[in-house]
């Protein structure tokens, strides 16, 4: 709307036109039961008006079919809200398999953005329109949550866990980043901005100067620093699991049951090993917590995760 | 049937066999423990009251100019902390419940007038405790008290606070205990459940939530207490803990704790409605067992709370489902008081204001609680001033609204003094509109995507804040006016007779205000709660 | 006689009973909602780590546990028997068997004090202190934070049903319990059994984990 008193945010999302359809519908409902109330409530109260004060009303008692309706009614309105909330949830939920993969670190006050090809910045996300981006999160502290108002998404970045959002930009723009989660002093400070460009300017840009490695390379490289292929040859009687195709598959545990190989646990495997034991091996992994900052968690994730393509080209 | 209308008060009731301060202090009589609590939470409420003013005033501008962020922090958690839990959830059932619930069933007290005395003192030492960390330099993590940054990072008062809160709960849970055996242990002969006042039913189902969803906030609390004591604890990712755990504990008990605070209310506008309409009220079992619903309900929803937080889909799916299907209770309810009015006889003195009031508020607060249900618009408003809106609609629009509707009801039963109308009727019409001018514009702000609890915020949100400062200005104007005007009606205001509203309950067949014991012998009830149709009035100047 | 013992807002000696045996049961429901709280989240975190709640188990000393559990269950037979005397009025047993109740709990606490004195002198006490052998450590001091704070709480509940016992001698010697009123004991005795059943869920889920599979 106007610049300096907008009344509704801008939608710069494939999710964010849906969300805001959802949102009308509820809108309507909500104003015709406000305004059904607000009528009835205000004619009876000038129809029945007192004009003596001796009346004495005819007691009713109530009607079970009026009950029935007025509970049902709204029960139904109530079940078709919920069901297309949830369907657009879920289906929010899962990121398309070609989404763009950036990785964010959460800290107290600022957001580390990581593409994968190496490209760091700092409370600045640059992503390029028209094509699904996909967030994995993690935070070095406390609980944080990367909020983007423009494209109607928000998910909590926790510590010790990865979590997930995904988006598509539709207009090229500056929209506002928050952290909608309290973590502090600063809190209301973590903030900044998703820039969202042109398929061909992003592309110049992430070729642009300071990209540094990428984050598989780096990950291979603490990989080879912290010694973890003595153990994690891809041979068999080595003395841990072979990691490579590892990603995305299920994994038989010691003592029954059975994970999903995902990012959380794999970052869980670094740092609290004994947690969950593959059927099959000795509990002798030691732990890397403290050894390895978030940033490096994620950079060996990164390189596991790319182990699996290698096999599937194999 | 008659009932008995005594133009003056006896010349010896509850407040003036002693005015001796042991007589106050040490009273086991839920009456003057009734005014204990009435003193201590109106206190309270200005405390927190005054923090929101600073908050709204702070908030004019976009930039931090008025104070520095670690005090604004500080601010907010005091607010939220006191409001809530010295003033909201005590408020309606320890002021009106302890005075009323005894007379409402025909007894001369609670089943447990001692534990109702150690019950506000208990709320006292909370109190002292959480209001020593405030202002030692407060507490800086939100009422929600989240892990990892309450129990490892936060530089406050965390303990302090903690404690106080853990052992006001205490409070709560032994009023809750109170009334649940006084329900069903002292009602007088001929009193059966469905001739309960609906008020009784409201304080037996909030009841049922003080003892069983409480003592779970206290174990919350002490495990959070115990991790910033030894450094480590159930929370800390470090050594496998959950900081999601906390969430789920936490709010175990604080959804519940909002039924706490609404169930209440909703017991006073029915008591309300159906005097000055001079009906019964439309649907008596329909609320009754739509009171029980709601608590019960409310004990399955916790996770609505919890929709972004990492939470798998499955889980946010099954709580968004019964969210939705606790609010078909209130809406039941709703539409009953609704119908209570139509072919009714209305009058519009300040109580049944107030309860226009309440309709009103708590059905505009309660229908945004859909967009908040819905999963896909919660991801958008979670954390932002929509939820903000959300529940002062509810609580402030809704309960305290409710509130005054029931102290402005029951003063000259309380106090054998009626306040002003004028002046009351007055300070209804600013207090509404002050209200609507603060929090409409936050359920704007809150789709705009201004999160909650910033200190500093995006300029063009600038208009709409300044827009809830003017009205939380406008607020404040409203609450003082019967504040003064409750203290002056004490001694200068006219004398109220037994039950100057002509209204149904037993609490107005004894004079007003009450003697000690309540009554010179116990009723026998023979007809339903809200016998308006057939009832005389026999005038008596005694 | 009667009229001594009933409160004023009571109508009757058996009004009184009732709401004082409702009040006492709706209590222990809270404190059920209470110890449910922390008894979950051990719960959680069990089937999560159980290698390493099993492991650090083995370090509880089944044997001590095993007498207090008999010394609990014990003393809720005294503290029946109490409840038994005061109906029928034997002043003489009400007393012996509330002496009696109250000893069987504090031995129960001597030997849950030596208990925690030998876990602190193992290094088991959560905090900067804690030391466990082998990589299950980290996940050992969580079960070691449930073992303090459960047990712990149990303990504090223990320590005021003492009180409560000691209050009950008091008024029986002053001879305040006869058959027609001895509410006070039957409203402690519940208390005191449900400390007791608290334990008999504490006991196996703390000190029995995975002693099946052998040590």
């Known amino acids: ?314 | ?542 | 006689m009667s009229e001594q013992a009933l409160a004023h807002h009571f109508d009757t000696i058996e009004e009184q009973k009732e709401a004082s045996s409702l009040g006492m049961w709706v209590f222990l429901v809270t404190e059920v909602m209470f110890f449910g709280g922390v008894f979950t989240a051990y719960a959680i975190y069990r089937h999560d780590y159980f290698n390493a709640f099993a492991a650090a188990s083995h370090h509880l000393d089944i044997a001590l546990g095993g007498i207090n559990t008999a010394v609990l269950l014990t003393s809720s037979l005294t503290m029946v028997l109490a409840v038994n005397a005061a109906a029928s009025g034997s002043r003489k047993a009400l007393l012996g068997f509330l002496a009696l109740t109250a000893v069987l709990g504090c031995v129960f606490l001597g030997i849950k004090a030596i208990e925690y004195g030998h876990k602190f002198e193992d290094g088991l006490f959560p905090g900067p202190g804690f030391r466990f052998e082998g990589p299950l450590a980290r996940n050992a001091e969580l079960f070691y934070i449930f073992y303090f704070s459960m047990t712990g709480l149990h303990a504090l509940h223990m320590v005021i049903g003492v009180g409560l016992l000691a209050w009950l001698l008091a008024l029986s010697r002053r001879g305040t319990f006869r058959p027609g009123y001895y509410t006070p004991v039957e409203v402690v005795g519940l208390y005191w059994h449900f400390v007791d059943v608290i334990w008999i869920f504490l006991f196996p889920i703390l000190y029995l984990v995975g002693r099946h599979h052998g040590p």
Not at chain 2, 65 to 91: K, Q, W
């Open chain 2, 1 to 542: 049937m008659t009932t008995r209308l005594e133009l003056s008060p006896p010349p010896q009731h509850y407040l003036n066999w002693s005015y001796t301060a042991r007589s106050w202090l040490l009273s086991t009589d839920h009456k003057r423990i009734g005014i204990l609590y009435l003193l201590s939470i109106t206190f309270f409420f200005f405390i927190g009251g005054a923090f929101a003013v600073l908050i709204r005033l702070e908030l004019m501008t976009p930039a931090g100019d008025l104070v520095h962020s670690e005090t604004y922090n500080r601010l907010f958690t005091a607010h939220g902390v006191i409001m809530i839990f010295f003033f909201l959830i005590p408020s309606i059932p320890a002021v009106l419940g302890n005075f009323l619930i005894p007379l409402m069933i025909g007894a001369r007290d609670l089943a447990f007038p001692k534990l109702n005395l150690l019950s506000w003192y208990i709320f006292l030492a909370g109190a002292a405790f959480t209001m020593a960390a405030v202002f030692s330099g407060g507490v800086d993590t939100g009422w929600t008290f989240y892990a990892p940054y309450s129990s490892v990072y936060s530089n406050s008062a965390v303990m302090l606070t903690g404690i106080g809160v853990f052992i006001t709960g205490f409070s709560s849970i032994l009023t809750g205990l109170n009334f649940i055996v006084t329900i069903h242990t002292l009602r007088a002969p001929g009193l059966t459940w469905f001739r309960l006042p609906l008020f009784v039913w409201a304080h037996y189902a909030t009841s049922l939530i003080m003892v069983l969803g409480t003592p779970v906030l206290a174990i919350t609390v002490a495990l959070l207490a115990l991790e910033r004591l030894f450094g480590v604890g159930v929370f800390d990712p470090r050594i496998g803990g959950d900081p999601i755990l906390f969430q789920h504990l936490f709010w175990f008990y604080s959804h519940p704790a909002v039924y706490i605070m609404i169930l209440p209310g909703m017991g006073v506008v029915s008591e309300i409605v159906a005097c000055f309409s001079r009906k019964r009220v439309f649907g008596y079992s329909a609320i009754a067992l739509a009171s029980l619903a709601i608590a019960v309900l409310g004990f399955l929803v916790w996770g609505h709370h919890m929709f972004v937080s990492g939470q798998s889909a499955y889980a946010s799916n099954i709580f968004s489902i019964l969210s939705f299907l606790v609010a078909i209770p209130s809406a039941i309810k709703v539409f009953n008081w609704t119908a209570t009015f139509y072919r009714g006889s209305i009058a519009y003195d300040t109580p049944m204001l107030y309860a226009f009031g309440f309709i009103g508020l708590f059905t505009m607060g309660g229908l945004t609680g859909l967009f908040l249900a819905t999963l896909a618009v919660d991801v958008h408003v979670h954390d932002t001033y929509f939820i903000v809106a959300h529940f002062h609609y509810i609580m402030v629009g809704g309960m305290v609204m409710a509130y005054m509707g029931g102290l402005h009801f029951w003063w000259p039963k309380i106090t054998g003094r009626m306040y002003p109308e004028g002046w009351a009727k007055f300070a209804a019409l600013v207090i509404f509109i002050g209200f609507n001018l603060t929090f409409f514009p936050q359920f704007v702000l809150g789709y705009l995507g201004m999160p909650r609890r910033y200190h500093v915020y995006p300029d063009e949100f600038q208009v709409l804040n300044v827009m809830s400062s003017a009205g939380a200005s406008i607020l404040g104007v409203g609450y003082l006016i019967p504040m003064i005007y409750f203290v002056w009606s004490i001694r200068h205001a006219p004398v109220a007779s037994s039950n100057p509203w002509r209204a149904a309950g037993l609490e107005w067949q004894t004079p007003s205000p009450p003697p000690a014991d309540n009554f010179p012998e116990t009723p026998v009830v023979e007809t339903e709660a809200y016998p308006y149709s057939e009832m005389e009035v026999e005038v008596v100047d005694v």
């Open chain 1, 1 to 314: 709307m106007w610049e300096n008193f907008p009344l509704f945010p801008e939608a710069a999302s494939t999710a964010a036109s849906r969300v805001d359809r959802l949102f009308f519908f509820i809108l309507i409902v909500c104003a015709f039961f406000t305004l059904l109330i607000f009528t009835l409530v205000f004619t009876f109260a000038i129809r029945y008006r007192r004009r003596s004060p001796s009346e004495r009303p005819r007691p009713i008692s109530g009607s079970l079919r009026l009950e029935i309706v007025w509970s049902l009614v709204p029960l139904a309105i109530a079940m078709v809200i919920f069901a297309w909330g949830s369907r657009l949830y879920v289906a929010l939920a899962r990121p398309p398999a070609e989404a763009l993969h950036i990785f964010v670190v959460g800290k107290q006050w600022m957001w580390k953005f990581q593409h994968i090809e190496g490209q760091r910045e700092i409370n600045e996300l640059h992503v390029p329109v028209g094509k699904p981006v996909r967030l994995t999160m993690s935070s070095e502290d406390v609980i944080h949550s990367l909020f983007v108002p423009a494209f109607r998404v928000k998910t909590d970045v926790l510590p010790g866990r990865y979590t997930r959002m995904w988006f598509e930009a539709t207009k090229p723009g500056t929209y506002h980043l928050f952290c909608a989660e309290y973590c502090g002093t600063s809190h209301s400070e973590m903030r900044g901005r998703v820039v969202v460009m042109e398929p061909a300017r992003f592309q110049e840009w992430l070729g642009g100067g300071r990209a540094g490695e990428s984050l598989e390379a780096r990950g291979a490289q603490l990989f080879a620093q912290l010694g973890c292929a003595s153990c994690h040859e891809p041979a068999p009687g080595a003395r841990g699991p072979s990691l490579v195709g590892l990603f995305g598959k299920t994994v038989e545990l010691q003592g029954g049951g059975s994970v999903t190989a995902d990012e959380t646990y794999l970052r869980e495997s670094i740092v609290n090993p004994q947690a969950k034991i593959v059927s099959g091996f000795q509990p002798i992994m030691p732990t890397y917590a403290g050894q390895v900052s978030e940033e490096g968690l994620l950079q060996l994730v990164v390189y596991i995760m790319s182990l699996e393509e290698k096999a599937a080209r194999k």
